[in-house]
């Protein structure tokens, strides 16, 4: 049986980091967001993607040490086709401030990014993008 979390629709295994470290360090406002929006959604929603540590940041993304998958605050999410395009707006309406979207990808290979990352001085950031 998977480790229980807070969050009673995400499990421990899939919001650790995948390097092996054993960290799981999400936060608790972005996390109570994300399961607001996987009961309005309802469906599973699998997190594909969680907390990432630094190291392993920086090996799967181009956001070096300091990504939003870092902060705790974003997750990847495996969603395609028409359930994609209804969670990227309900997304949006959630108040998520980072999206990206991944689409072209055969279908098991398909996500969406959520993130809470606000901008700030000398941190710009696009709200919606695609891979």
């Known amino acids: ?10 499990s421990a295994a899939e919001l650790t980091c995948h390097c092996g470290c054993g960290r ?11 399961e607001m929006l996987r ?8 997190v594909t993607s969680g907390f990432r540590c630094p190291m392993h940041n920086l090996q799967a993304s181009g956001t070096g040490l300091s990504g939003p998958h870092v902060t705790g605050k974003a997750v990847d999410l495996h969603v395609a086709g028409e359930d994609a395009f209804r969670l990227l707006a309900m997304a949006v309406s959630f ?9 072209r990808e055969p279908h098991n290979a398909r996500f969406l990014h959520l993130d809470t ?7 710009p950031r696009s709200t919606l993008w695609s891979y």
């Open 1 to 10: 049986m998977p480790e229980a979390t807070p969050w009673p629709h995400f």
């Open 117 to 123: 990352i606000e901008k700030g001085p000398g941190r």
């Open 39 to 46: 009961t309005a959604y309802g469906k599973p929603m699998t």
């Open 24 to 34: 799981m360090e999400m936060d608790a406002d972005f996390m109570s967001l994300l």
């Open 95 to 103: 108040g998520f401030t980072g999206i990206g979207v991944s689409q």
